[in-house]
């Protein structure tokens, strides 16, 4: 994928339908048709700070949503491009996760990547995969196959006993 500069895209959190202290993710480094990249520091003062450990460490069972909300962010800047805001999507299950590591300690920088492999109408898979931005070589820390879902209006209603809009 080529990255496009930072300053090109907006917070992750303009393109996710939640706040902090829910958004995960500091910044958005690129984003096209099937793929995004977005990047987590694992930091006190960063969005992970109330979830480290006693050690300053990030739990790896973390990884589950920091792609997870890549797709998120993926998903709502193509929604950003059709004029549209964020819509909020629903993770069906993983396959294949494998993480090397327990824990993410303090200072590592997380650069997540996603690409879409399949869409069929409301439902969607990503090839995910977690580097540590520090290390110099190219093996993922970790690496999942998710499955998505995209509600409509109504569904969303039914679920969360709301009138739609």
Not at 16 to 31: G, K, R
Not at 36 to 65: D, I, K, M, T, Y
Not at 133 to 144: E, F, I, M, R, W
């Amino acid at each position: 994928m080529n990255d496009i500069s930072p300053s090109t895209f907006a917070a992750p959190a303009d393109y996710l339908p939640h706040t902090a202290p829910m958004v995960l993710l500091d910044e958005v480094i690129s984003v096209d048709t099937e793929r995004a990249h977005c990047r987590a520091r694992v930091s006190a003062e960063g969005a992970l700070g109330p979830f480290l450990n006693e050690q300053g460490a990030l739990p790896a069972w973390f990884v589950l949503e920091l792609m997870a909300q890549t797709i998120g962010v993926w998903n709502g800047w193509h929604n950003a491009e059709q004029g549209a805001s964020p819509q909020l999507g629903m993770l069906l299950g993983s396959r294949g996760m494998r993480c090397s590591l327990p824990e993410f300690a303090a200072g590592m920088q997380l650069d997540m990547h996603i690409q879409q492999i399949l869409r069929d109408s409301k439902i969607a898979s990503f090839e995910c995969t977690l580097f540590i931005h520090s290390l110099k070589n190219d093996v993922p820390v970790a690496h999942a196959r998710l499955t998505t879902y995209q509600p409509d209006a109504q569904e969303m209603a039914n679920l969360t006993q709301e009138r739609p809009r």
